[in-house]
């Protein structure tokens, strides 16, 4: 008989078996990714080399506007200057079809440069890498000799060469662009030494990808810049795996604000890259980090000099705190009007208005703010998210709760104690006071709403130890359907003002709220610092 010991161990090493699996470990696929890296560049198994042409920057340019000059009677007969350099910039491109019957560009095609960091001469670069050829005259030492091959190059603007020992077939199943290259039966399949012509401000970036498809690691010590440029030309050779390797690296990197503006550039601005969302949600951490509370950012220039992807992303962000949604919609439309952003001309697919949770808004400022904002209801998708966002408020407690996942609104941080504004009073102000004179603050944004603070004494003397004095709350420009319930409190510094909160509903009838308290005089420094908090109420 089996005793329950013996079943238990038995049990445990059927479980044990059953979820032992055939495929790899993951140290034995990093060791298999690196089987080619002791190969990058060696001649003994090599089946190809790949020539790199470094040209002076702009060539492409050049060589469009030279062979449009020879084309200049046929502007009129075929169409605009802009057509014809369109054309001719794709010129000696031939067209190919590779295995899987996609069209690719021969090697001799005018390869589109990506800027990056300039070279300011070949001294940059060593040959431990590759074989460097100076082509350039002007490169060469005293006593140095040229060849004819070298004067045939540098006539034809080559300033120097890299020579590369490669591997085609680790190459191809590495990119499309080199499998159509190498296998797509034009004369490069058979050719021993295939040449690329690259811009000298792109000639380390071409070293480094090509190295990277070999040895991936190089890219770990490699700077921002340097990442963000292999990663450009990693998309547009279709090199998914060193992509993917910059951006895994890149998600490391993206710890201040101005890393993240300079990725998302690259990322989202100067491109549209797809598969970056895991390095996007790593940024947003340290965006949210560096705009919370959107309450003290959303009016600077830090805010709204900060372009529309970034921006789009910010207000997306689940790190960043705020005490109510209203402001983030407030900050968007103020982001809008400060860059005058046409809502009609974003595009349908731009997700900028997503951004705010519709849903978060409250009942109140969704229907008499947003429902009627001149900017936001022309921008895309407006008419579905608003009505998401009543739909949202119109269900019971009850019906939300069955629902569950399927209407539950995208969490954010929302701090209910955040101050929402700090006046403050200088003492000379404050202790040169008249029972008739009321001292206001400036007008400040509340909620997504205008508003302004008012302090009014009702006693005390010069003699009195303490102050009694009335603190006002007024919400301005309130429509004739507005009712907005707050739960408000004030404190102040050194704590010579006594806190006190209380509850209002604010219509157009009753716009302002009181509260009375006092401000002890032997704890007002140079100043006093009224804080405001204000909470919504349920309805």
């Known amino acids: 008989m089996i005793s329950s010991f013996d079943l238990s161990i038995y049990l445990f090493c059927g479980l044990f078996i059953k979820e032992m699996s055939c495929d790899l470990k993951l140290a034995d696929l990093q060791e298999l990714s690196k089987v080619y890296a002791p190969e990058y560049n060696m001649p003994e198994l090599h089946d190809r080399v790949l020539v790199f042409d470094v040209m002076q920057d702009g060539w492409e340019t050049d060589a469009i506007l030279a062979n449009t000059e020879h084309n200049d009677d046929s502007v009129n007969e075929n169409g605009s200057v802009e057509d014809i350099l369109a054309k001719t910039s794709n010129e000696p491109q031939q067209e190919a079809k590779n295995d899987g019957g996609e069209s690719s560009v021969a090697v001799e095609a005018n390869i589109e440069t990506v800027k990056t960091s300039r070279q300011d001469s070949a001294t940059s670069f060593n040959d ?3 074989n460097l050829i100076v082509t350039d005259k002007n490169q060469l030492g005293e006593g140095s000799t040229i060849s004819s091959q070298d004067l045939e190059n540098s006539r034809k603007g080559i300033l120097r060469q890299h020579k590369i020992f490669v591997h085609c077939s680790w190459l191809a199943v590495q990119s499309k662009y080199f499998r159509s290259l190498f296998y797509s039966g034009m004369k490069e399949s058979s050719i021993k030494e295939v040449h690329v012509k690259v811009s000298e401000c792109e000639e380390a970036t071409h070293l480094m990808l090509l190295e990277a498809i070999y040895k991936a690691d190089i890219l770990n010590d490699a700077a921002v810049e340097e990442l963000l440029a292999v990663l450009e030309l990693a998309d547009k050779y279709d090199v998914k ?3 993917k390797k910059c951006k895994y690296v890149l998600q490391t990197r993206v710890k201040t604000l101005d890393i993240c ?17 895991d390095l ?4 947003q951490v340290t965006m949210g980090q560096n705009f919370t509370p959107l ?41 809008m009007e400060v860059n005058n952003v046409d809502p009609v001309s974003l595009e349908k697919d ?23 904002h001149p900017t936001a209801s022309k921008m895309p998708g407006f008419q579905d998210l608003m009505l998401q966002g009543m739909t949202y408020h119109a269900l019971s407690p009850e019906l939300k709760q069955r629902l569950g996942e399927e209407i539950t609104p995208r969490q954010r941080q929302i701090n209910i104690g955040i101050v929402q504004y700090t006046w403050t009073i200088s003492k000379t102000q404050l202790f040169t006071y008249n029972n008739s004179i009321c001292i206001n603050s400036e007008k400040f944004w509340l909620w997504g709403y205008k508003a302004y603070m008012q302090l009014q004494f009702y006693s005390g003397s010069t003699s009195s130890p303490n102050y009694s004095v009335h603190v006002y709350l007024h919400l301005l420009e309130l429509t004739n359907k507005s009712y907005v319930p707050l739960n408000w409190t004030v404190t102040s510094d050194n704590n010579c003002l006594r806190a006190y909160n209380t509850s209002h509903n604010f219509c157009t009838d009753s716009s302002s709220s009181s ?17 405001l908090t204000a909470n919504p109420m349920s309805y």
Do not use: C
């Not at 503006?261 to 969302?277: C, G, L, R, T, Y």
């Not at 996007?280 to 940024?283: E, K, Q, W």
């Not at 731009?350 to 009627?372: A, C, P, Q």
């Not at 509260?515 to 006093?528: D, H, M, N, Q």
């Open 241 to 243: 795996f060193v992509f």
């Open 515 to 531: 509260l009375s308290t006092t401000i002890t005089k032997a704890r007002v420094g140079e100043s006093i610092a009224i804080r």
């Open 280 to 283: 996007t949600a790593t940024m």
């Open 350 to 372: 731009s997700g900028l208005l997503k951004s705010v949770r519709f849903e978060e808004i409250t009942i109140d400022y969704l229907y008499n703010v947003v429902r009627v």
């Open 128 to 130: 431990e890498g590759s």
């Open 261 to 277: 503006k300079q990725v998302m550039h690259v990322i989202k601005e100067k491109h549209s890259f797809e598969d970056v969302e």
């Open 295 to 335: 309450e003290n950012h959303w009016e600077t220039e830090k805010f709204t000099s900060q372009s529309q992807p970034f921006v789009k992303y910010l207000l997306a962000s689940s790190d960043l705190q705020t005490g109510s949604e209203n402001t983030v919609f407030l900050a968007l439309m103020h982001w």
